[in-house]
């Protein structure tokens, strides 16, 4: 698969901030997405963050722009599904993203590649198959330096959307257990938007979750089951290794039932040679 750039930026251009504006009611309820605004380089902002609908929030995304996804758990749903339905009025919107657990609706709703480019810090299962088959891009990192990356050398992200849990009695929208560069993207997006979901569990930990002044737009979202990766097939701790029969040289697999007895091999068939059955 081929591999993403990052992108890198003079101390000039690093000193473009977000942009955003002052809204005097707190969750407000908008009836049409707010245009962009712009502000001054550095400027003090304060926000305070808009309910909008999943379809508001995707109207603000123009092609050519950069979008950030947020890794694992904390990537949206009823966002992404909003986007993927606008995928025939927009091209180049470039989304970054790690590791998903369920199918992106963009990437679904656009197999050719023709409107969506989607960038991946970690590829599980289904963002490999996707990346040998073109349809997205791995960015070669090492994780722990992804914080940097976004406050020091990538560009600001047009938008950032990310999902969280209700907002709290201190008025936070917490990250739950995706407690990863969140925090680095949203202090450089041009807009955040949070997508709240009940069932995202509450994770204590430092900066963990954004306050309402740091946020632009709500979504309310949920409504499914938090993605699982399944569990393996019979007991959870087997693990599977090839052997060589040493009579013919053929490689079979064997199973051990290593929570009962890493020693004796599971009965059956495996135990035995398939070619020779030495």
């Not at 969750?27 to 049409?32: C, H, L």
């Not at 590791?99 to 989607?118: G, M, Q, Y």
């Not at 019979?234 to 697999?253: D, E, F, I, P, Y």
Request: proline share 8%; hydrophobic share 35%; net charge neutral.
């Amino acid at each position: 698969s081929s591999t993403a750039p990052v992108i890198f930026k003079s101390r000039e251009e690093d000193q473009d901030r977000r942009n955003g504006s002052t809204v005097e009611e707190p969750m407000a309820v908008m009836t049409k997405p707010a245009q962009r605004a712009t502000a001054e380089p550095m400027a003090v902002m304060t926000k305070s963050a808009q309910r909008v609908t999943a379809q508001d929030a995707a109207a603000l995304v123009r092609s050519g722009d950069w979008l950030d996804y947020g890794a694992v758990l904390a990537q949206p749903d009823a966002f992404d599904r909003a986007l993927a339905q606008r995928a025939g009025e927009l091209r180049n919107v470039n989304i970054r993203g790690c590791l998903s657990l369920r199918p992106r609706a963009v990437l679904e709703a656009d197999p050719e590649r023709e409107h969506f480019n989607f960038f991946n810090w970690h590829l599980g299962g289904y963002d490999r198959k996707l990346s040998d088959a073109g349809r997205q891009n791995y960015i070669p990192c090492n994780l722990g330096e992804i914080p940097d990356y976004y406050r020091r050398f990538i560009d600001p992200p047009d938008i950032m959307v990310v999902k969280t849990c209700p907002v709290d009695a201190n008025r936070f929208f917490n990250f739950g257990p995706a407690n990863l560069w969140h925090g680095a993207v949203a202090s450089r997006a041009k807009i955040v938007i949070v997508e709240t979901d009940p069932a995202v569990p509450y994770v204590h930990g430092i900066e963990n979750g954004l306050h309402v002044s740091q946020v632009d737009f709500v979504v309310e979202g949920g409504g499914q089951p938090l993605p699982e990766l399944p569990s393996p097939r019979n007991l959870a701790c087997q693990r599977s290794a090839w052997s060589r029969c040493v009579s013919c040289g053929t490689r079979s697999r064997t199973i051990w039932a290593s929570v009962q007895d890493r020693s004796r091999s599971a009965s059956g068939p495996a135990d035995r040679c398939p070619t020779c059955r030495d």
